[in-house]
C-alpha cells in the first residue's frame, strides 16, 4: 500500500528554523505532487504548500517569503524549508501526495500521520 511518512518536526524559537521532509513508498504507478498542510488545535487543516510536476510550487499567503517547497520525484519525496518561525506557525504538519496507485490505477490524495511544529514566541 501507499504510504507517506513525515519526519523533521520539533521545537523552534520565533525566528528560527525547522525542515520537514516527507518520502511516499508503496506501489505508485504515477506521483502527480507533493504538498503539506497543516492543522492547529480548533482549527480546520489548511494548505500551506505544493507542487505538481511541471508547474511552479505554490504557497499559501502566509508563508510566502518565509517557506521553500522541493520535490524529488525520483526519489518521491517533498520537503519544507521553514525560516523565520513565528508562533502562529504551531500546528500538526502533514504531508500529501496526489498519487495513482497500481492497486487499482486510481488517482488519490494521499495523506501521512502528521508532524508536530511548535514555535515558542
Known amino acids: 500500500q501507499v504510504r507517506l511518512v513525515e519526519s523533521g518536526g520539533g521545537l523552534a524559537q520565533a525566528g528560527g528554523s525547522l525542515t520537514l521532509s516527507c518520502t511516499a513508498s508503496g506501489r505508485i504507478f504515477k506521483l502527480h505532487g507533493m504538498g503539506w498542510y497543516r492543522q492547529a488545535p480548533g482549527k480546520q487543516r489548511e494548505l500551506v504548500a505544493q507542487g505538481f510536476n511541471g508547474r511552479t510550487p505554490s504557497y499559501a499567503d502566509f508563508v510566502k517569503g518565509r517557506f521553500t517547497i522541493s520535490r524529488d520525484n525520483d526519489k518521491k519525496t517533498v520537503s519544507l524549508q521553514m525560516n523565520g518561525l513565528k508562533a502562529e506557525d504551531t500546528a500538526v504538519y502533514f504531508c500529501?501526495?496526489?498519487?495513482?496507485?497500481?492497486?487499482?490505477?486510481?488517482?488519490?490524495?494521499?495523506w501521512g500521520q502528521g508532524t508536530q511544529v511548535s514555535v515558542s514566541p
Open positions: 500529501q501526495a496526489v498519487i495513482t496507485s497500481y492497486d487499482d490505477l486510481m488517482t488519490r490524495d494521499y
